[in-house]
């Protein structure tokens, strides 16, 4: 900004004073350049760490209930077991990308600095200890059950069978987890079928052992 006669402003200012007003229009032109270019790394790291949990979330969900009806007499010949089971192996497949995507924008996220350590170590991130915390013991669940589904000719059965139902444990601790830190879970649009899923989930399960303990008394 000139005056009349050509001089700065700012060449009156005290030597601290210039470099405050330098600094400050630093600022604004970082932060226009910001909003012409429209989203910056740190908000797009942001909204693929959100989009990555929501879907790992829903697509873990409707694992979950094609893994029980599997099981369980309520769908028994309401589809064909080949279809499901396929339909079954293609989303406990198809979730895990997203959750491993979730979890590498959050170690990139300035924010939340999480570190490889933090992965696999709950309640070490001063940053939302407890939400992050249960998702790292998720995460740790999601590993074993990995794990051991891929080396599940290699196990007792029954061991197996108790191992994989820790994917159930695992949901919870996923749901507690974007319950507690996600802010789309604040919205009524993500939060109604987030809690329809739940429900439903929790009811199946009960339902299936039921049945179950039905069929074993009939029988």
């Given at each position: 900004?000139?005056?009349?006669?050509?001089?700065?402003?700012?060449?009156?200012?005290?030597?601290?004073?210039?470099?405050?007003?330098?600094?400050?229009?630093?600022?604004?032109?970082?932060?226009?350049?910001?909003?012409?270019?429209?989203?910056?790394?740190?908000?797009?790291?942001?909204?693929?760490?959100?989009?990555?949990?929501?879907?790992?979330?829903?697509?873990?969900?409707?694992?979950?209930?094609?893994?029980?009806?599997?099981?369980?007499?309520?769908f028994e010949g309401a589809v064909r077991n080949r279809?499901?089971?396929?339909?079954?192996?293609?989303?406990?497949?198809?979730?895990?990308?997203?959750?491993?995507?979730?979890?590498?924008?959050?170690?990139?996220?300035?924010?939340?600095?999480?570190?490889?350590?933090?992965?696999?170590?709950?309640?070490?991130?001063?940053?939302?200890?407890?939400?992050?915390?249960?998702?790292?013991?998720?995460?740790?669940?999601?590993?074993?059950?990995?794990?051991?589904?891929?080396?599940?000719?290699?196990?007792?059965?029954?061991?197996?069978?108790?191992?994989?139902?820790?994917?159930?444990?695992?949901?919870?601790?996923?749901?507690?987890?974007?319950?507690?830190?996600?802010?789309?879970?604040?919205?009524?649009?993500?939060?109604?079928?987030?809690?329809?899923?739940?429900?439903?989930?929790?009811?199946?399960?009960?339902?299936?052992?039921?049945?179950?303990?039905?069929?074993?008394?009939?029988?």
């Amino acid at each position: 900004m000139r005056h009349a006669h050509g001089c700065r402003c700012g060449d009156r200012l005290p030597g601290s004073a210039r470099r405050a007003l330098r600094a400050r229009a630093c600022d604004h032109r970082r932060r226009w350049h910001a909003a012409r270019r429209g989203v910056t790394l740190d908000q797009l790291l942001w909204l693929s760490s959100r989009v990555a949990a929501l879907t790992a979330f829903f697509t873990l969900a409707a694992a979950l209930v094609t893994g029980q009806a599997l099981r369980s007499a309520m769908f028994e010949g309401a589809v064909r077991n080949r279809e499901l089971s396929n339909l079954h192996r293609f989303l406990t497949i198809c979730w895990v990308p997203f959750v491993l995507l979730h979890v590498l924008t959050m170690t990139m996220d300035s924010v939340a600095r999480v570190g490889p350590l933090d992965l696999v170590i709950p309640f070490r991130v001063p940053y939302a200890a407890l939400p992050v915390g249960l998702g790292t013991i998720g995460f740790d669940l999601l590993l074993i059950v990995g794990v051991t589904s891929y080396l599940r000719r290699h196990l007792d059965p029954v061991a197996w069978r108790w191992l994989h139902r820790l994917s159930y444990v695992m949901f919870g601790l996923f749901a507690l987890h974007a319950l507690l830190a996600g802010s789309d879970f604040a919205r009524p649009l993500v939060l109604a079928p987030a809690a329809g899923v739940i429900a439903f989930i929790a009811i199946v399960s009960l339902a299936r052992l039921a049945f179950g303990r039905w069929q074993t008394t009939a029988h």
